[in-house]
């Protein structure tokens, strides 16, 4: 009953907008329930074919990750029918459109400010349906130069025997090492292994190695992108129980006085101990290589074996040596060409009577004969004088053989004890 009201219904309504004659009406109504099949069914094969919104995903960089210099943004965008482009948003302002994958864009974090800033990426499908993403991330491109500062010694200081070195430095992402200095030679590297911002760091300088006088410290820190800050001072190098006057016992043992009067290339206040040899080949002051001053004294070997090469002396005045007292002879020596470890050179501190008798020596141990070669080095000599001495004397020969020593900045002093 009520489909046929249905029909009726049917009927009239698409008799009436249709103006379907009436002997076509049975035909009318066949069409108009096919379409309506028709329709349906292209409504459920549309769905079936349904395109799906496309997915988007950051890779890289992470979330709030801290970044500087150029950066590569990487997406991984799908979708069932296939990206058309993927956009890249810098602080919502598009900077890239990528149209195929691998989908990235490198950015040039340098151009924007230090602090947070928004990475967000829209992925278009083939139909124009879009997904997108966003990440916030922090730009930090300042890196700045570390500062150092000596807190030991301090500047005009005078110093004696071992020093601490004592540096404070910082920076903004860490120290990774400090190098000390003396008179711009590399000393010493006290390297971090974490990277502080803060770091203290020392280094013992033992200034005994030096000659007195004044000498430059210096250190340099470096960050972790090699940055560099300095910091240096100038301290006074004095030696430990110096009683002053090395004068009194060594004249001219910086060789900077000359030739003597009387004995052909030998120095000036010293002598030559064997006078009948001529020493012209052997002894020279030389002012290319020097330890301090103008000019050190050279000493060739002639190359013949001869034991023995150039000794020369000084002796002190009379009582100028108190027996029981210690005396240290310090000099700076180079030497270079030597073959053997017995051809040494020789520096010895001889004890003698007011009337010339010798009393005994003391010379460089064997211990610090080798290596027999090496730059400029300073030698220390020490020794208590024995009954009766009451002069000291100071000899510089070469033991042996081959080679060149030069001889420097020699000095003798009493020492308080
Ligand atoms: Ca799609
Ligand atoms: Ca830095
Ligand atoms: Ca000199």
């Known amino acids: 009953m009520l489909f046929r009201l249905l029909i009726i219904t049917f ?45 988007v995903v950051i ?63 829209i992925a278009y499908d083939t139909i124009g349906q879009s997904a997108s993403v966003y990440r916030i991330v922090i730009v930090n491109n300042v890196d700045r130069a570390p500062s150092a500062s000596i807190i030991a010694p301090v500047e005009g200081s005078t110093v004696t025997m071992t020093v601490n070195v004592v540096v404070a430095a910082y920076d903004d992402k860490g120290i990774s090492k400090v190098e000390f200095y003396i008179d711009d ?73 000359g030739y003597s009067d ?29 330890w301090e001053g103008m000019y050190s004294l050279r000493m060739v070997a002639p190359q013949n074996g001869e034991w023995d090469v150039g000794p020369i002396f000084q002796t002190s005045d009379y009582d100028t040596v108190t027996p029981g007292k210690t005396y240290e002879l310090t000099a700076w020596i180079k030497s270079e060409g030597k073959e053997w470890q ?24 064997e211990s610090d004969r080798t290596p027999v070669n090496y730059d400029w080095k300073k030698f220390t000599i020490r020794g208590v004088a024995p009954e009766g001495a009451r002069r000291l004397r100071v000899k510089l020969l070469q033991h042996f053989g081959h080679g060149k020593t030069w001889f420097d900045d020699i000095k003798v002093k009493e020492i308080n004890q």
């Open 11 to 55: 009927i009239v309504y698409f008799s009436s907008i249709a103006y379907i004659h009436p002997e076509e009406l049975h035909f009318g109504i066949i069409s108009v329930v096919r379409k309506k099949i028709e329709e349906l069914l292209a409504e459920e094969v549309k769905k079936d074919k349904k395109d799906s919104p496309p997915k």
């Open 59 to 121: 890779l890289s960089p992470a979330a709030n990750s801290e970044l500087s210099g150029k950066v590569e943004i990487i997406a991984e965008a799908s979708d069932d029918k296939g990206i058309a482009k993927v956009e890249f948003y810098i602080d919502a302002i598009l900077k890239s459109t990528s149209t195929a994958a691998p989908y990235s864009y490198s950015w040039d974090t340098t151009q924007y400010s230090n602090g947070p800033h928004t990475v967000k990426l």
């Open 185 to 257: 030679a590399l000393k010493f590297v006290s390297a971090t292994s974490t990277a502080p911002s803060s770091y203290t760091c020392s280094w013992s300088w033992d200034t005994t190695q030096y000659r007195e006088g004044l000498h430059t410290v210096k250190v340099i820190a470096y960050d972790s992108i090699g940055q560099t800050a300095a910091a240096q001072c100038t301290v006074t190098v004095k030696y430990s129980g110096d009683s002053g006057v090395s004068d009194k016992f060594i004249q001219n043992g910086n060789f900077e006085q």
């Open 262 to 290: 009387y004995f052909p290339n030998v120095p000036k206040y010293w002598e030559p101990e064997l006078p009948q040899k001529n020493y012209s080949s052997v002894l020279s002051l030389d002012q290319s290589v020097v």
């Open 342 to 365: 017995n051809e040494w050179y020789v520096i010895t501190m001889q004890w003698m009577t007011n009337d010339g008798q010798p009393l005994g020596e003391v010379t460089i141990p």
